[in-house]
């Protein structure tokens, strides 16, 4: 089933930055969310596009939105990820790309690297708004904050 606005987001759990079982069900249907999934780490697109939510971060904390962005990277990628940029947010890895199939996620680039895509999601875990761009990073930004000040 392809995942779309009006849907329920699914439940999973994945390990964060520090290694730690990090359990979607503990956060969905209680706060807004915005979940972000990019293709790597420390490449130009997806440093650009976790600075400008680190950036913004203030507007998404106004909101009552916790941010989450999740890649196949490592535990330990992430976790130098966040230090080398000060990101304030939690970073999932997906490192076998389960939730990335169990979503039925795009590619990009000829299907050459994992899709760019953002979901803003209500309190009642419900998929408000998809944001699919893998070359406007800020789009994912803009966005995701127009979607939830609605």
Do not use: W
Not at 11 to 37: A, C, H, M, P, R
Not at 78 to 93: M, Y
Request: net charge positive; charged share 25%; aromatic share 10%.
């Amino acid at each position: 089933m392809e995942i779309k606005e009006g849907h329920l987001f699914p439940t999973f759990k994945l390990l964060d930055q520090n290694s730690n079982s990090f359990d979607l069900l503990e956060f969905l249907g209680k706060e807004q969310l915005v979940i972000y999934f990019y293709p790597k780490n420390e490449t130009y697109g997806c440093t650009k596009q976790a600075c400008k939510f680190r950036d913004e971060f203030g507007a998404f904390l106004n909101l009552n939105c916790k941010v989450i962005g999740i890649s196949n990277d490592t535990p330990e990628s992430h976790k130098s990820f966040i230090e080398n940029h000060q990101l304030p947010f939690t970073l999932l890895s997906d490192k076998d790309g389960k939730i990335r199939r169990k979503l039925k996620l795009p590619s990009d680039f000829l299907g050459l690297v994992p899709g760019r895509i953002t979901f803003v999601i209500n309190k009642k875990g419900v998929i408000v708004k998809i944001i699919n761009s893998g070359t406007n990073m800020n789009k994912h930004i803009y966005d995701a904050l127009k979607a939830l000040e609605d």
